[in-house]
Structures are given as C-alpha cells and as structure tokens.
C-alpha cells in the first residue's frame, strides 16, 4: 500500500501524527521500535480529540498567577508538564545583542526565525564560587537538540571585549556506569569562576527548530547540594 505519513521523536521521544481523510477509507498503521531492541510495552492512543503541543512560558512561580500561551489543537485535551519555579522567572525579550541576568534566575524563551546563531545571555560572578548553569528543552518536550557554551568577558582598556570559552556542553549523561544511565539532550554545566567578572552564556540548537517546538528552560544560580529523583518503573 501507499505511506501516507510516518513520524518519530514528535512528542518527546514518543511518536505522534495527524491525519485528515478526505474520502471514507480503511487504514493500516503500524508501529515500530527504532532500536529493534523488543520486549518494550507502548501505548497507541488514536483519537478525533485535541492535543495540547507546548505551552510558553514553560514555567512559573509557584502560588503566583501569569499569563501563559498554549500551542496546538485545543479543545479538552491532554495533560502538559509546567514546571513550578522557586526562583524568580523571565521570559526571553529578543532584544539587543545579549540579555542581563540577575541571579538566580529562570528564563523562558524559544528560538524564531534565522536565530541560529543562537540566544546570549550575561550574568555576574563573583571569584571562587561555583555556578550551575541548565537547560531544559528535551526534558520539557520541546523538539530541540540544545548546546551550551559558557565564555569569560574581558574588557581591554579602549572598551573592546574578548571572549573565551571556560565550558561547552552537549549531552547532559549519568555515565554508563550508573545504575541509571539516564541520557538527556539537555546540557549542564558546573564552572567555579577565576576571577570576578562578567560571563556570557549561549544557547544553541542543534536541529535549528524554529517556533513552540523549540521552547526552553534556561536556569543559572549558585551551584548547592544537590541531587535527582529517578524512578525506574
């Protein structure tokens, strides 16, 4: 027969299409396990209904109200992940070259047209303290692909900044020899700062997403103890 639409990786890492028949018809669908790994149990839900596909910002305080956009096809739909902040929030402006950020902090933002050079941000540190720098956008559904940089600003003498790169990352991953070798697409950085100053933060995507798809959580405060819950049903 003839392929109509096939799709992977769309909500998540789960699969989802759509589909409008023109003509009563018969269909065949089919699901496939792309790792060929077997033994895995899945849920297939087909339905006429509305599917809720981002929400912007993708955050907010907790015990606070705010205004929030909600992407997709709407009706009652299904249920969307946003997470309740404990630290004071922001969502992206556009504006400028770089955005100041004071710590700590949260900021929202999703990449539009011809960003790929991606989003800057800058913040303030002081000398031997350590800092935590995350991202979440595959964690938060968003169909992103992030990298992280972090560079050291210094100021010559005639107003001309250099930058250099203290850390980059990709891959956020436990190790393999975790007894949860839990791999995200979302990066984390740790960094200690040398010397007191300004450093820049740029935020990457890899697959170039433009729009809700590409929604994102960037958190950056003072690194403190701390840990992940992981449960493994």
Known sequence: GEVLKRTRDYDYRDALLDYTASVDETLYLGAYDFTFKGGSPYHLHITAGAHIDAVFPPSGK??????????????????????????????????????????????????????????????????????????????????????????????????????????????????????FPNISRDPRIVFKADADGDYQITVLDQYKTEGFASIYRLSVQEAVPDFDLIANI
């Open 62 to 179: 907790a015990g606070a109200t705010g205004s929030f956009t909600v992407f997709g096809r709407i009706k009652e739909s299904n249920a969307f992940p946003v997470i309740l902040e404990t630290q004071p929030t922001l969502v992206r402006t556009g504006k400028g070259e770089f955005e100041k950020v004071n710590l700590p902090a949260a900021v929202s933002g999703y990449f539009k047209q011809d960003e790929t050079a991606g989003h800057r941000y800058r913040f303030t540190a002081a000398k031997d303290k350590s800092y935590q720098i995350q991202l979440a956008g595959d964690d938060i559904r968003g169909r992103i692909d992030p990298y992280l940089v972090i560079e050291k600003i210094t100021v010559a003498a005639d107003g001309k900044e250099t930058l250099k790169v203290v850390k980059e990352q990709d891959d956020f991953s436990m190790g393999s020899r975790s007894a």
